[in-house]
């Protein structure tokens, strides 16, 4: 059974770097695709980054100069880390799963997500 | 960067109704759609895939359809469990969601 939790410091000071852990279960990294995905309080969802199957990355162009995303195999574990956080990055993260159905390095919708971290950013 | 619109975004309706959620996208994404529930205090739930296709374990009563720039999600029977937020999704030249439309009861 495919399963994925995410876990992180819940408060962060503003201007300091946000990591977030993303655990799996019941799949591969070496064959799954995982992305993580942002939603402020009431507001829409944002697509963050992926990490592929093959370890390569892609990150949102509005993000990407904060954002690295990297994983342990070994752990079943992907990691996000963005740096100089603001009040507006205050927002539930979520990571979630592309099925291996896509080939690599191609886009596709996700089919299993985590419960989501809740991020305040806040002095 | 292609723009995901949705419509309405607050949607009441009663029991039983046959309801329509629409998606528009500032260019064609070749069907390369996909629909999520979203519930207060949840993650998001997939629905539809490649516009069209049921997600496995999801009741029949919610359809997808469209083409083009132009998809729209169809839940045939309104029932009180399907009350929460309804997110489109693009993965056609990049990922980018909808702004959702919320789902409430009349």
């Known amino acids: 059974q495919v399963q994925l939790k995410e876990s992180g410091p819940g408060l962060v000071q503003p201007s300091q770097t946000l990591s977030l852990t993303c655990t799996v279960s019941?799949?591969?990294?070496?064959?799954?695709?995982v992305s993580w995905i942002r939603q402020p309080p009431g507001k829409g969802l944002e697509w963050m980054g992926v990490?592929?199957?093959?370890?390569?990355?892609d990150y949102n162009s509005a993000i990407k100069s904060r954002l690295s995303i990297s994983r342990d195999t070994s752990k079943s574990q992907v990691f996000l880390k963005m740096n100089s956080l603001q009040t507006e990055d205050t927002a539930m993260y979520f990571c979630?799963?592309?099925?291996?159905?896509?080939?690599?390095?191609?886009?596709?919708?996700?089919?299993?997500w985590g419960p989501g971290t809740m991020v305040t950013v806040s002095s | 960067d292609i723009q995901m619109t949705q419509s309405p975004s607050l949607l009441s309706a009663s029991v039983g109704d046959r309801v329509t959620l629409s998606c528009k996208a500032s260019?064609?994404?070749?069907?390369?759609l996909a629909w999520y529930q979203q519930k207060l205090g949840e993650a998001p739930k997939l629905l539809i895939y490649?516009?069209?296709s049921l997600q496995t374990g999801i009741p029949s009563r919610f359809s997808g359809s469209g083409s083009g720039t132009d998809y729209t999600l169809t839940i045939s029977s309104l029932q009180p469990e399907d009350v929460a937020t309804y997110f489109c999704?693009?993965?056609?030249?990049?990922?980018?969601f909808g702004g959702g439309t919320k789902l409430e009861l009349k």
């Open positions: 260019q064609s994404i070749y069907n390369s």
């Open positions: 979630a799963r592309m099925p291996p159905v896509f080939l690599l390095g191609a886009e596709g919708y996700f089919d299993f």
């Open positions: 019941g799949l591969s990294l070496t064959s799954n695709s």
């Open positions: 999704q693009k993965y056609y030249s990049g990922w980018t």
């Open positions: 490649d516009a069209n």
């Open positions: 990490i592929w199957s093959n370890g390569g990355t």
